[in-house]
């Protein structure tokens, strides 16, 4: 059966090419309409928070202290992911960090990539926007209470549910 994996990635800014750098890598590993296999980590690299992105995601530098190195991070992502397609929600912006994280340890993904917002226009035009919550709700009603939104592995596991329900029943 095919493997596909699902990545979310919190930052410290909203642009690689500025500087941003991951802080959070989130991946689910979903095979046959069921998730598999999951890979969670905050990640060390001394880049500082901008204030903005702290007000989404709630990591602090201190939070960050004592955490893998990107290297280490990276390293077990890219053994993860393998030649899976990769999917995301908003996915250039995940696949712009992707690509540049692995670029900086000399690593590189060829993987092709899929992106669960552009699914979800396609498969539910009539959504008043296509945000990960507004997906979520309207194909599952609730988000489950244990959710931390904008953390990593919690939105990867929801893009997940979402790409299996998407692929099945529309």
């Not at 996915?91 to 699914?119: K, M, Q, Y």
């Not at 035009?125 to 931390?148: E, I, M």
């Not at 929801?158 to 998407?166: D, E, N, T």
């Amino acid at each position: 059966m095919l493997r596909t994996v699902i990545v979310d990635v919190e930052t410290t800014g909203l642009s690689a090419s500025r500087g941003g750098r991951v802080i959070e890598l989130g991946a689910v590993s979903v095979v046959g309409g069921l998730i598999t296999d999951e890979m969670n980590s905050l990640i060390y690299t001394g880049a500082s928070i901008h204030y903005g992105a702290y007000r989404v995601h709630g990591i602090s530098e201190a939070m960050l202290s004592g955490q893998p190195s990107a290297d280490e991070v990276w390293s077990r992502f890219h053994v993860f992911a393998g030649d899976a397609p990769l999917v995301a929600h908003n996915a250039p912006f995940d696949r712009s960090f992707v690509r540049h994280e692995l670029g900086l340890i000399r690593l590189e993904l060829p993987n092709t990539w899929h992106c669960t917002v552009r699914l979800a226009r396609q498969k539910l035009p009539h959504l008043p926007n296509h945000k990960l919550d507004t997906v979520y709700r309207y194909l599952f009603g609730t988000l489950p209470a244990s959710v931390q939104r904008h953390r990593a592995l919690d939105d990867a596991r929801l893009a997940a549910r979402i790409w299996i329900k998407l692929r099945e029943n529309y």
